[in-house]
């Protein structure tokens, strides 16, 4: 029976100073050839370098109940070229559960053509106690000014991603660390643009993963 992880904390980082919850990922379309990061590596229980990660060994990981989902999810991607975006379920070696959310945009080549998708795997098991919000309440002053703002960003994640409210705040700290954008920059222009995504139910996701993963080019003044 797989286990549910122990709580870790948000800024846990691994032996290179990398956030262990979060891991980068590329999926090459031609071959189903994968490469993932040390941080995602961890994630499923292998020492790095240690497996050539594989789609038969990403499903194998699946949990039982989601696998089906995860594989109609890369049939997709392999016959539109969309990225391979999800919120899944899979089990680590040590036999603990892992429920993350990955978050993708289509790779290019050279010639612009799409040659596959890559992205982030964003391991939403652990959660902030509350020693650890009030510590970073203390570290984004002028967070309760912008409330309103990233509650709403907050909103759009969680119904994008089917989420929590912790978890789409992790989130969006998330993006904010890796641009150097602030929090309330990166909100505030995510609400700006979502209201031009495509009103598609099939394509929502690809083109949210899309603008998260983008919008901090496009703040002004930063």
Known sequence: MPRTGGKRRL???????QPSHIGGFKFYFVGQRWEWSDEVARMHGYEPGSV???TELLLSHKHPEDRRLVQDLLDHALHTGDPFSSRHRFIDTRGELHDVLVVADRMF????????????????????DEARQEVLDEQLPGLFESRAVI????????????????????????????TNKKLRSLAAQLIAEIGELPAAPSSIQSQFDHLLLTIHARIPGE
């Open 52 to 54: 050539q990660p594989t």
């Open 151 to 178: 509650e709403q960003a907050k909103g759009a994640l969680m119904v994008i991603y089917r989420i929590s409210a912790d978890q789409a705040f992790r989130v969006l700290q998330w993006r904010s660390q890796e």
């Open 109 to 128: 080549d050279d010639r612009g053509a799409v040659i596959g998708s890559s992205g982030y795997y964003v391991d939403l098991t652990a959660s902030l």
């Open 11 to 17: 800024d846990e980082r691994d032996a290179d100073g």
